[in-house]
Nanobody, 126 residues
Framework: VQLVESGGELVQAGESLILSCEVS????????MGWFRQRPGQEREFVAT????????SYADNFKGRFTISRDNDKNRVYLQIDTLRPEDTAVYYC????????????????????WGQGTQVTVSS
């Protein structure tokens, strides 16, 4: 399974951005998906996760409100929309996949995921 993130760029504070994660080598609908981010000098942190069918999502407390995770299994893509970007959102954003058909369990730890992308850089200027 290969994951490739895209959509990261240099933006102004207050703008919105949609990150995309394209999955290949397997059927996306077999996987729960998550987004993480790693800010400079900090550990990777959980942002959001979405179940295999897209029916339920879960967010870390710090990311509720401005972040929205979604998926399109037909297009083999998972998305993370970030609204009202702030300089502190500057980070490398990673998507991750874990084989799961659960619609009720949310995977929030890095170790929960089997496959990772290389990340996409988001830089927010003030």
């Amino acid at each position: 399974v290969q994951l490739v993130e895209s959509g990261g760029e240099l933006v102004q504070a207050g703008e919105s951005l949609i990150l995309s994660c394209e999955v290949s080598g397997s059927i996306l609908s077999q996987y729960a998906m998550g987004w993480f981010r790693q800010r400079p000098g900090q550990e990777r942190e959980f942002v959001a996760t979405i179940t295999w069918n897209g029916r339920t999502t879960s967010y870390a407390d710090n990311f509720k409100g401005r972040f929205t995770i979604s998926r399109d299994n037909d297009k083999n893509r998972v998305y993370l929309q970030i609204d009202t970007l702030r300089p502190e959102d500057t980070a490398v954003y990673y998507c991750a996949a874990r084989a799961s058909y659960s619609s009720t369990y949310f995977y929030t730890g890095s170790r929960d995921y089997e496959f990772w992308g290389q990340g996409t850089q988001v830089t927010v200027s003030s």
